[in-house]
Nanobody, 123 residues
């Protein structure tokens, strides 16, 4: 079992930055691929970014590529999402998730989820 707790969300103006954190409870954290997803009101949950268990590989949605950076600190069992140049369309609840499945982007591939943190970007 793994518990995930996100933090770092908030209200920011367009063009600003936020850094999300996700702390995991499991000692096996380092063996999981970690991902970030987001869900805006009335929309489906969508993939944002993921990082492999070794930090060798990262993946990003086209909509955030070049603006967001995912990283992890296995010693702290924490994954981060640095979000720069934020846009109003980035407004959503952001979730972190853990997976050992081969597929990267489907939400169904992830076994454990946090409760989410709200990010609101004002224009």
């Amino acid at each position: 079992q793994m518990q995930l707790v996100e933090s770092g969300g908030g209200l920011v103006q367009a063009g600003g930055s936020l850094r999300l954190s996700c702390a995991a409870s499991a000692r096996t954290f380092s063996t999981y691929r970690m991902g970030w997803f987001r869900q805006a009101p009335g929309k489906e949950r969508e993939f944002v970014a993921a990082i492999s268990w070794s930090s060798i590989n990262t993946w990003y949605a086209d909509s955030v590529k070049g603006r967001f950076t995912i990283s992890r600190d296995d010693a702290k069992s924490t994954v981060y999402l640095q979000m720069n140049s934020l846009k109003p369309e980035d407004t959503a609840v952001y979730y972190c998730a853990a997976s050992r499945a081969p597929l990267i982007t489907p939400a169904a591939s992830y076994d454990y989820w946090g409760q989410g943190t709200q990010v609101t970007v004002s224009s």
